[in-house]
């Protein structure tokens, strides 16, 4: 509303001033109309300006406005005035003729009208325009800049940053994208991709040669571990094999071979017969396949005279002739089967055996016999060696083979990887047992009194050392109690092999820990503690009782004694291997040593004094003094010899405040200086800097 | 039918996808289930007659830890990315991930992505107390404070990764069941070990200019010895190629290196000198004289110097400038050993003490009494090293609010002394001092030092012993040796090599390098010190430890005390402040009046002039001080005094 009347009153004063400049151009306009009209006014005329000139000499442009005092026809329009009507004059005044005439009625409507009609507002000053546009271009920006706000605290409080700050990331393009759209164009690439190609690598795509490709397909991790655990599984089931085959080749037992080689010969007939029954043909094959192995077997010499009952004939040849006779026999036998066939009837070849029979019997026969004097070197060999196989396997073999035949079974059974495992352990239960075994056999002798007589000497030889700490002094009483234990743990350990226990001796030097070593620690100052606590419990009382004095009292000779034990408390002398040794020293060296023992000489309870002399001096420097503001003299007699009385004293004595309690109270051989370090102090973070930091940045 | 994915030409994403969607055999190259951590290293054999190992090093095996921290910001400002605009990440998720799965021969990468770290293994490493809350804040410090959190948990896992690098271990010597190792002699050691290991065992025979101290380089890989006599030699030991040999003229009473090994210090029996290794002499420090001991502080570039006048001296080896010069008030100072873990220097008096100093004050932080009789060596446990590189400073003041609490591992902090009243003791540095275990020895030890993992050498008369703890940096055992040697002469300076398991020891008859299996770090920080830097590593070292050189005034008994908030009032402050600057730099300069012409700048004047502005400014005081006292007085008055108190008041219980 407020804006609504100034605007309308400005729109006043603008129109006024208008009407102001237009009476002005018409006063500037007036000499050239007037002119023409009147010749005479023209004198007149010069004669008022020449009036005015000469008013305005004195340097003041004066506007004097002619008086309307008497009617005349010259009447200036210029000097009408509404001075002294008390009312502003009106435009519709000046319309206004003398009489109202209702032709002017029209005129005034039409001025109302205008008057009516309200005026176009003034546009606004350059300045105010600026001003308001700068506002809104102002609002509109910081506008569209507050979304950076965020951006820009964070740049603010980022602690480093690197510009671009918006840096496209890498990206990370395959080759083959990248050289999708290139060719091969120079001589010299073109070849390079002619090799390329020859060779079957790959220049775009899948960038794996076929084969690369082709293993990696071969070879998926699942595959890959079947085919390892097949191949360990085969590698495994051979060398059981093998192993198996081994050991039954070592067996010297011929009758399991006996039976091995029936069982073989069983199975094979089996077979035979199965293969019969199927298949006719293949079965014939295998007849003389049969047929062939066994002639194969049959032509080797093992069958000569290896039997038993080809031996036991051997032997009984010498005597009996039946036996000889049926040796010879064999002989022949094996003689005839082992010729080469000729392509004769099998008459004329038997005819031909026994002939070459009887040439061939008596040598062999007579050889024996002849060997019969000596003894037979190779059958003596057998039988020796047989008895001795015999008589040792017979304690342990039988148990042996069982293990191993066990083991076998398990072994073959469970999967790769666990035969080493499991050989291992039965090696060492074998070998396991055997040692019980033998320390079953040397117990019995002497274990039991071996051992007694070691414990019983470490027993006394720990007496000894006991004894002799005890006599050390009362600070050894723990290692004393470690020993103890350690006999404990002897006694307990007495079950464990006899090569430890050498070891016990050894023990309580060193197995010592931490807290062995702080128990020490603690025992040494022990003495210390003791005295401590009562300084502690003074404390307490003088908490409770305030009773001041008397527990300083205390505690400072609490205090003396304190450090007098702290300095004389006897420590072990150290055992060292090398004591030094003072021979080949100089001049000077001896010299010092001089002084020193001077030093040492003179060295006692002085220091410790001093040292709490000292200390007293500086807790009573440190202590906040009390201020006396008692004058002598004031209301009472001053003089010399005469002092203020003690209730004036007491009256004007300002006490200190207690300060706060000294860091080496209760550390009788230390003095902590409790002075500030200023320089130090500089650099610290002062409270109110902690709380602006806090609060206000 | 294939079966191989393989990128397909001009495939659509969307086949792809389905494509590695299906289930495919799995082959053989793959493995069957996600890697698990790599276990645990089959150790040593434990069995054997005489277990003996030395360490060898390896080169490939530095551990370099500030790799690590260029690569983890950008993970962690992607993780936050990620957080705030989850939409565009999962594009440029979708974008990647064909990329990704396909390499160019189709096969997949079976270990994908970053190996994974086990929580527990991770959290050895971590520093922050996760259970503690962070205090309420506004969003920028909070921001800050996550940063900081998650950059933390970014090293954990990071150092957890990285441990597998440090391969090597830490050699030892075990005897036979109840052999004593103390009976093994060098020689057999010698025996024992590798040809490389067996040459680090030599004796060198210097007889003519008497007793010997030496000190290696912070490498290990330098060594350098002076003879009392003058004799100041500088060499590569392990090489044994000489850098240089001089003879001062000169009584010298200690040597040590510099930051590096370019640079020595010869306590010479004036003044203090420094030479280069060629055997220039660079420097005479006249300020330093009659220095008895030197040690060096190499994360401040201190040399601290103690001097037979009882002073010892902080010389800021940067910028060449004396720090500060403390007088003790104790006499002759000739025992000094530095603390790694807070850069303090220990000081054994003759009155039996040993008293802590830090530059910046000039009373001893502490005084212990150790002994009755006087002090006749002083060493300090070398862990806690780490701990002193982990205190972060400058801008990164709220992490090291963040970072209360090294880990446990490192909070073993053990001082041994030996006194004239023939005791060794070791005590406890971390605030207690008191004795956690003493030995009475046979002759005092007259020379002490820790090795890096902990073991405890001391030399006595012509013999050394040797002792050991159960683990690294545990408190060793005194009750036996755990390796003697006896050598040409008395002893007289003593110091283990870092990173190489050697014990170096001066007497009077030359040097001799023991070996000593299982006394130093196995594994070594390639960035920090490494043995096998060239010149070119070495002078860019030594740009970045200068970069990184920590302020002298920050030497205090409890580094961390540095992260902690500071209590005090605003006037203390003010003090202490005027007191660090030596003026008060907030105070009004005293009123000057201006002279003025024509005779009426007479001194009468002026003083008349300067006393009416006094007087005006103390006006204006009690004036004040009146306002302030009326005010007090009204609100006094204006307090209800509540009902008058009756006279029969006095009747109520």
New interface residues.
Partial sequence: MQAAEMNAMRAAEGLLALSQQEELVDLQDYPLSASEDEGDSDGERKHQKLLESIGSLDGKKRWKLAERSEASLKVSEFNVSSEGSGEKLLLSDLLEPAKTSSSLAAVKKQLSRVKSKKAVELPLNKQEVERINREVAFNKTSQTLSKWDPIVLKNRQAEQLVFPLEKEPASFVPIEHVFGSWKARTPLEQEIFNILYKNKQPVTDPLLTPMEKASLKAMSLEEAKMRRAELQRARALQSYYEAKARREKKIKSKKYHKIVKKGKVKKALKEFEQLQKVNPAAALEELEKIEKARMMERMSLKHQNSGKWAKSKAIMAKYDLEARQAMQEQLAKNKELTQKLQVVSESEEEEKGTEEEELLVPDAVNEIQMCTDGPNPWMLRNCNSDAKGEIQKDPEQPPEPMVQEVSESEEEEKPGGEEEVLLQEFEERRSLRKSSELSKNAEPVGSQKTKDSSSQEVLSELKALTQKLNQKNCQSKKQNVNLVKTVLQGQREECAPEEEEPLLLQRPERVQTLEDLEDLDHEEYSQIRELSRPVLEGERTERTTDNQTDASKGKKKEQMIDLQNLLTTKSPSVKSLAVPTAIEELEDEEEKHQKQIIKEAFAGDDVIRDFLKEKKEAVKASKPKDVDLTLPGWGEWGGIGLKPSAKKRRRFLIKAPEGPPRKDKNLPNVIISEKRNIQAAAHQVRLRELMTACSVS | M???P?????VPLKKDKLQAKRKK????W?EETAPTAAGASPGPPRKKKKNLELRRQKLKNAHNSKKSWSSK??Q??KK??EQ?RPREQKN?RE??K???Q?S???AQDPFPGPAPVPVQKARKFCRIDKSKKL????P??Q??LE?AEALEEEISIKAARSELLLAEEPGFLEGD??E?T??IRQADIVEAVDIASAAKHFDLNLRQF??YRLDYSRTGRHMTFAGRRGHVAALDWVTKKLMCEINVMEAVRDIRFLHSEALLAVAQNRWLHIYDNQGIELHCVRRCDRVTRLEFLPFHFLLTTASETGFLTYLDVSVGKIVAALNARAGRLNVMAQNPYNAVIHLGH????VSLW?P??Q????????????VQAVAVDSTGTLALNCVPQGGL??M??LLPQPPKCWDHRYMATSG??H???VFDLR?????????????GAGHLAFSQRGLLAAG????V?IWT??GKA??P?????YL???L???VHGLQFCPFEDVLGVGH?GGITSMLVPGAAEPNFDGLESNPYRSRKQRQEWEVKALLEKV?A????LNPR????????SLEQ?KK??M??LGYDPEAKAPFQPKPKRKGRSSTGSMVKRKKKVLEQEHRDKVRQSLEEQQKQQKQQKAKPTGVQPSALDRFVR
């Fill in positions: 294939e079966t191989v393989r990128p397909g030409k001009g055999p799995r082959r053989y793959e910001k950008s962690v400002t936050s990315r705030r440029l974008q990647k064909p990329g990704s396909q160019l021969s189709g205090p309420h804040s506004l920028k410090t921001s800050k940063v069941d109840g004593d103390a009976k008497g007793p003759s009155n039996g003490t830090s910046s004050v009373e001893p932080l502490a005084k212990i009494l150790c002994h009755r009789g006087g003041r709220l090291a609010i004239l009243d005791q060794l003791k605030g207690t001092y008191q004795p956690l275990s003493a030995r009475t020895l046979p002759l006595m008369g012509d013999v012993n703890g159960q545990t408190l055992a005194l009750e036996r040796p003697t040697h006896r040409a002469g008395p009077s302020p005034e920050l030497i205090c005390a540095l992260a902690e908030v500071d209590v005090i402050r202490e402040r007191e660090r």
